[in-house]
Every structure is written in C-alpha cells, then in structure tokens.
C-alpha cells in the first residue's frame, strides 16, 4: 500500500499541487485584496476558511468534496496564473511531473540547482514551479513499551504452540519494519524534457 498507493507519485502530485493550491489562496487572502474579483463566484465560506477568523462549527461541515471541486472549476477561471494553473490542472488531472531523486542524495543539489535554472530560463514562477516532496514512513512498528505511543504488537501461535511477535517469523512483515521514504522533485509538463535531460546528465553522465 505504501509504494503503490501512498507513495503513488501520481497520488503525491495531486497533493502537492493542492497543497500549493491552498498556500497560493491562502496568500492572495493575506494580501487584502478583493477576492471575489480575482475569483469569480468564490463562496465567502472558503474565504472565511482561510482567513484568521475562527470558523463557526457548521461552516466547518459545509466544507465537504463538492465544496472543494468547485473550488478547483473557480481557480481554473481565476485572474491568476498560480491559481488557474493549479486549480485547473487539479480539476482536469492535468498533474505536475516528478523526478525521483530518492537514491541520488549526494547529488540532488545539483540537480535541484539546475533545475531551478530551467525554471528561470522558461518564465516559470520559482516558488510554485519546482516543487520538493519528501514523504516518510513505517508501514509496521513493532511493539515499544518505552515509546510515547507505543505501537500495538501483533502475536500469532508459531510451530511450537508458543505465541510470539509476527515480524520475528514472517519474513515480509519482518521488512515491513524498514522505514520507507522518497524525495521527489515536481514541475509542469510544459519542461519535463528538459528536467529529464538535466537528471541524465547529472545522475547518469549523460548515457541514454
């Protein structure tokens, strides 16, 4: 589940490019600007939901997904690239592309500087247009009594009769306590040739 779904980078890219969505919304709020203008159509409860007022307990329940797909449909016609950009690309699945730099830590400076240059060389907007996503976890921890929240350990009866802990018997839960983690780096489709062209040179020297 953690590689093919969680870690999916089709299912990270749509996160990440929410996550900016929101960051984006967020500050064009923070600016004091007219919303509704740059938006047109926007509910005053994403406003209201964004801004540093507290939020009455049934405005928080209308926040549901029909509540956020329109959402989507009114960024991709806002007056803002940033917005439209992500806002219709969500609602389209029209999603960013990524790099896996995972396996390549020594080098991803590098890559990262050069792909910064590329987004510079294209007019592309260096906060929302190269996106870092690094994500982290342990599909099976094992039991911890000293832990804060320790987790809960799984016995089964083995061979003997005798109840022990499954990850001591079974080979692919016993992996399981491997701690899982990926860096990706994410970007319009509009320069994956070129970002695909740096990370062969950087991380392969440059063969095909």
Do not use: W
């Not at 740059?38 to 409860?45: F, S």
Request: net charge negative; hydrophobic share 35%.
């Amino acid at each position: 589940m953690y590689q093919s779904v969680y870690f999916d980078k089709t299912t990270r890219s749509a996160e990440v490019m929410l996550r900016s969505l929101f960051e984006r919304f967020k500050q064009i709020i923070s600016e004091k600007v007219d919303v509704a203008k740059i938006i047109p159509g926007i509910q005053n409860l994403l406003i209201n939901s964004f801004s540093d007022e507290t939020m009455l307990l049934n405005e928080y329940l209308d926040l549901d997904d029909h509540s956020i797909s329109e959402f989507f449909k009114q960024c991709g016609k806002a007056d803002d690239e940033i917005l439209k950009q992500f806002g219709g690309g969500l609602n389209a699945r029209k999603l960013y592309k990524c790099t896996d730099v995972t396996n390549f830590t020594e080098k991803t400076h590098i890559f990262y500087h050069e792909a910064m240059n590329c987004v510079h060389r294209n007019g592309l907007n260096e906060q929302f247009d190269l996106l870092e996503d690094r994500a982290a976890d342990t599909p099976y921890k094992q039991y911890d009594p000293d832990d804060e929240t320790p987790a809960t350990q799984i016995y089964i009866e083995n061979d003997a009769g005798k109840q022990v802990e499954i990850g001591t018997i079974s080979k692919p839960v016993g992996e399981l306590k491997t701690k899982q983690s990926l860096l990706r780096i994410y970007y319009p489709e509009s320069i994956r040739d070129d970002i695909d062209a740096i990370a062969q040179q950087i991380f392969h020297g440059g063969n095909s």
